[in-house]
């Protein structure tokens, strides 16, 4: 009897939520319908994170290089070729992909600080890239009239269409990331984790498993990349810089690695939360900090890892 | 429980209680570049008081939402969104190109009348038919410098030194270009992130292809330190900026060694401004803030005041602000006299000063 | 020629300074394992406070020196009283992100504190170059070379030659077997963040009075540290003195011979061929597996 009664309220809570997340953007002014559409494209974004360095434990700050990979490309594609929109993301996440992989061999081999560096030596590099050369990038001036995308006469081109878009997309990518982490490949990926060199000797070809890791994270980076792109209409290179770096690194901690909840929970809050702290004005940054020293101490393995911590103590307690 | 409540506070948008008219004003307040919007926002707030003191517009009071861009375009996005929730009749951007671009698409989706104080000619050029730039731009100010150098300081040899970020990138080709156009090319042409805090690297390059002056194009802080560093390289001759030498806070970094010879060319200086409007600008911006007004905040007190004599001819409607900053000639700011041209540009008289005395010497002014 | 030499005393004095930063950095790392991403806040903070100390209290430059010291020492001990000793034997990403939180705290704080405009930082020196063989040096350059020589030397002496020296390097390697020594763990930890804090604390009375202090002078000296540690060998202490130097030379070359547009990236392009090609830098230990 509790347990159906369990299984109803769980039921009634998903449904009430589905609901609240679909109607959102009908309910709420255009401000926050620009809020839930880039958060959504975080949520994307930090999801992709979370298989490097979630579930792959594999300290990378290059994250946000992809972001930018797949920005830029789905941008060209769209404004110098008039590629629709539909191409051009996949598009973009096989660039993204790619870059994955040609990075991802080389690089994975380290460990620790040494592999954190790199990458973020890649994204500085990245960024730089994308900064300077003019004649390809249109460098600092950055892209603008990205087009909206088209399905037949419709144009998605006001905040309300895209964030369907975008939640299509995002579901989408929860349900593949869910699959990949309960089959075979998710515990893999967990063994590499908790102990490389277990894994190893187990024979688990650990460097194939992180170089997918690290490809996978650099393909939803590249499809939140194009979303990104299409969204805003214009990108440039600031955008994908070493402090958007740490944000979306604060986004998965925060939220909790190693889970999709926490990944999607992270870039919601932090996509929200600075706009309601917007009255602390000059402060906001300073709170932000204390808060997330705070965080570090009392929450370490992010809100979803708390939520955990007491859900098992409220059933030892049964 | 928590969530339920903030997703009532998302529903309940922007209900005014009060009768205002609301113009935007989005700048940087909490990064680096907070140095630039503080001076801004003290105009501003300076314009709105006066107004409101002498009775509003029409009995209406001014009311100023100022939000921080945070120097990110994402940011900047959402704090557009946001002052757009309560249906400003026109806005003001302080921030820089990349944001400003950003936000081009939504206002000319929105219709909202906006100044912009960014000085790159590209916010002017890609054809939105809301922005007005009450700033010189830096192609307009770079070919003054550029052309005061040559003419009247004789020199042929010049040195180039950029900023490695957007506006000194896209700054550097125009004084090459205007070189050209006198038969000179520059002896050389360096640039270095402003970040940078050592440049001389850069500096020995410009020494060794034998330069008799330098044109800068840089950031504030890094503009004190190239002068600095010229001089300990005993690189003695005459260097020319953007306007980051006429502003009093960075005047204050820079002892009478660091100035020698050092030549800037500004929109205007507000105390040597002998208009009597000017004048008293001043004076009221020292005794609310305590130090002396920069460009930036005499031009956003004059984009208020503008857009309130607008307002107060034509009404609040979007397209006839639009049409009334397009066709108006000649009004008189504390900044600048400002008439905008089909694309928006507004601004088109520049000073060069010599800063290497007590105070400001204007030499000369160039106007279009 | 003569260009050339200007360019080594410059580059030598910018390495030391990026040394002095990665010795710290270096430390902090043995001596725990954290990245410590506050560090370069580290080297801002006391160059704000030396301004304080001239200026506002209008002490006489020496004593300011010594004062900024003092102050440096209380506080990283403060600092890492209430972060890092909360955190300890948590994980170590999780100490990671305190320490960017740190970062950020500092960063805003002082801005708050001390307003967004650069503030100028008086020096011992004039700023007339002197002619040394032909190659025009500021004495502040000389002075800088002078005084991290200096406290390298004295740090070697601490490390390797006194007690506390010997306790430091033992719980580096192996805190447990430190502690059943009979050693403090907690404190000479402590003491780890405290040397720090004043190593970095000397870096920023140095660099002040050559630059502008601007509350965002942290982020770039942050970057070079890494590099140096890098470049160094990372974990080595030595290693950390040598790549700074190392880089502050190059960095200077490759802007003045190769192309001015292209130092920033220069620094991190080093440091992943580095990474790729040699990860063990010059003394470090051994870092990557084979594939």
Redesign the interface.
């Known amino acids: 009897m509790k347990d159906r009664m369990k299984s109803y309220s769980q039921a009634l809570w998903i449904s009430i939520g589905s609901m609240?997340i679909l109607l959102f953007p009908l309910?709420?002014?255009?401000?926050?319908q620009?809020?839930g559409c880039?958060a959504g494209v975080y949520a994307i974004l930090v999801l992709g994170y979370d298989f490097i360095l979630g579930r792959a434990g594999q300290?990378s700050l290059g994250h946000i290089a992809f972001f930018g990979i797949g920005a830029y490309t789905s941008a060209l594609l769209s404004v110098n070729w008039s590629v629709p929109f539909w191409l051009a993301l996949p598009a973009a996440a096989l660039a993204s992909s790619l870059f994955g992989l040609f990075i991802g061999?080389?690089?994975l081999?380290?460990?620790?600080?040494?592999l954190?560096?790199?990458t973020?030596?890649?994204a500085?590099?990245v960024r730089?890239i994308l900064s300077?050369w003019d004649r390809v990038t249109r460098?600092?001036?950055?892209i603008?009239g990205i087009k909206a995308p088209t399905i037949g006469p419709l144009i998605f081109d006001n905040t309300v269409s895209f964030y369907y878009i975008i939640l299509f997309f995002l579901v989408l990518m929860i349900f593949i990331a869910e699959r990949i982490h309960r089959g075979k490949y998710g515990r893999l990926l967990m063994a590499i984790r908790e102990n490389e060199l277990a894994a190893e000797v187990m024979g688990i070809d650990t460097?194939k498993g992180k170089i997918m890791a690290f490809v996978l994270s650099a393909l939803y980076a590249g499809v939140a990349g194009s979303l990104y792109a299409h969204l805003?209409?214009?990108?440039?290179p600031?955008?994908f810089d070493i402090?958007?770096a740490?944000v979306i690194?604060?986004m998965l901690?925060i939220g909790g690695?190693g889970s999709t909840a926490g990944a999607i929970l992270g870039a919601v809050l932090l996509t929200f939360l600075?706009?309601?702290l917007?009255f602390l004005?000059?402060?906001?940054?300073?709170l932000?900090?204390?808060?997330?020293?705070l965080?570090?101490?009392f929450m370490?393995y992010g809100i979803i890892g708390l939520i955990r911590q007491l859900r098992l103590q409220v059933f030892s307690n049964h | 429980m928590v969530l339920l409540f903030l997703f009532v506070t998302m529903i309940a948008t922007g209900a005014f209680a009060v009768n205002t008219i609301r113009i935007g004003f989005i700048v940087p307040l909490t990064t680096a570049n907070a140095l630039i919007g503080w001076g801004m926002q003290h105009g501003a707030a300076l314009a709105v008081k006066e107004i409101n003191e002498a009775g509003g517009i029409k009995g209406v009071n001014i009311e100023l939402l100022s939000e921080d861009n945070a120097d990110t375009n994402a940011i900047a996005v959402n704090a557009l969104h946001k002052v757009s929730a309560s249906k400003p009749v026109a806005l003001i951007l302080g921030s820089t190109s990349s944001q400003t671009m950003a936000m081009s698409p939504i206002i000319q989706k929105a219709k909202i009348p906006t100044l912009i104080e960014g000085s790159s000619p590209k916010l002017t050029d890609h054809g939105n038919p809301w922005f007005f730039q009450p700033r010189v731009t830096d192609e307009f100010a770079a070919i003054a410098a550029t052309r005061y150098v040559v003419q009247h300081l004789k020199k042929t040899k010049i040195g180039v030194f950029h900023a490695a970020e957007e506006f000194g990138l896209s700054t550097a080709p125009v004084i090459v270009k205007t070189l050209e156009e006198l038969n000179l090319k520059p002896v050389a042409v360096v640039s270095a992130p402003s970040s940078d805090k050592d440049v001389s690297a850069q500096l020995l390059q410009i020494k060794n292809a034998g330069a008799d002056a330098v044109i800068a194009w840089v950031l504030p802080a890094p503009g004190v330190l190239l002068a600095r560093q010229m001089k300990q390289l005993k690189i003695n001759v005459p260097l020319m900026a953007n306007p980051i030498f006429a502003m009093p806070q960075v005047l204050k970094l820079m002892t009478p060694e660091d100035r020698a010879d050092v030549y800037s060319v500004t929109d205007t200086v507000p105390d040597q401004d002998t208009d009597p409007a000017a004048q008293d600008f001043v004076k009221r911006y020292k005794e609310r803030t305590g130090i002396m007004p920069d460009l930036l905040a005499a031009i956003s007190y004059d984009s208020v005041k503008l857009l309130a004599k607008v307002i107060r001819e034509v009404g609040t409607g979007p397209e006839a602000i639009q049409k009334a900053l397009r066709e108006g000639k000649g009004y008189r700011g504390v900044a600048n006299t400002y008439t905008f041209d089909e694309k928006g540009r507004g601004a088109w008289r520049v000073m060069v000063v010599d800063v290497s005395g007590a105070g400001l010497k204007v030499l000369t002014t160039v106007s279009r | 020629m003569q260009h050339l030499g200007q360019m080594l005393a410059n580059g030598l004095a910018m390495g030391c300074i990026y040394a002095l930063v990665a010795l710290g950095f270096v430390l902090v790392y043995r001596a725990v394992a954290v990245i410590n991403f506050a560090q370069g806040e580290f080297v801002m903070i006391s160059a704000f406070f030396g301004v304080m100390a001239a200026t506002l209290l209008r002490l006489p430059l020496a004593l300011s020196y010594f004062v900024v010291f003092l102050a440096m020492a209380a506080f990283g001990f403060i600092i890492q009283r209430l972060t890092y000793y909360p955190l300890r034997g948590k994980p170590h990403l999780t100490v990671v992100i305190c320490t960017v939180g740190l970062h950020i705290v500092l960063k805003n704080g002082a801005r708050l504190l001390w307003g967004p405009y650069p503030l100028s930082f008086p020096s011992f020196f004039r700023r007339e170059p002197m002619e040394v063989m032909g190659i025009l040096i500021v004495p502040q350059t000389l002075f800088i070379i002078g005084v991290t020589g200096s406290l390298f030397f004295l740090f070697y002496l601490f490390f390797k030659k006194t007690m506390m020296g010997y306790m430091m390097q033992a719980t580096a390697q192996d805190p447990e077997a430190a502690r059943l020594m009979g050693i403090r763990v907690d404190r000479i930890i402590a003491l780890t963040f405290v040397l720090n804090s004043l190593l970095a604390g000397a870096a920023g009375l140095l660099l002040g009075p050559i630059f502008l202090v601007t509350t965002d002078m942290g982020g770039a000296v942050l970057i070079k540290a890494f590099c140096a540690t890098i470049i160094g060998g990372f974990g080595s202490v030595p290693g950390a003195v040598v790549g700074g130097v190392f880089l502050g030379i190059v960095e200077i070359l490759a802007a003045g011979y190769v192309s001015t547009f292209f130092k920033d990236g220069l620094a991190f392009g080093v440091i992943i061929l580095i990474l790729l090609l040699a990860p063990q830098g010059i003394f470090g230990e051994k870092v990557a597996e084979r594939a």
């Open positions: 609240i309910i709420v002014s255009q401000y926050y620009q809020l880039v300290f061999v080389p690089v081999r380290l460990r620790g600080p040494y954190a560096i790199a973020l030596g890649f500085e590099i730089l300077r460098g600092v001036d950055g603008a460097s805003f209409s214009y990108i440039s600031e955008t402090e958007h740490i690194l604060y901690i690695s600075p706009e309601w917007r004005k000059d402060y906001y940054l300073l932000y900090g204390i808060g997330i020293i965080m570090m101490i370490p």
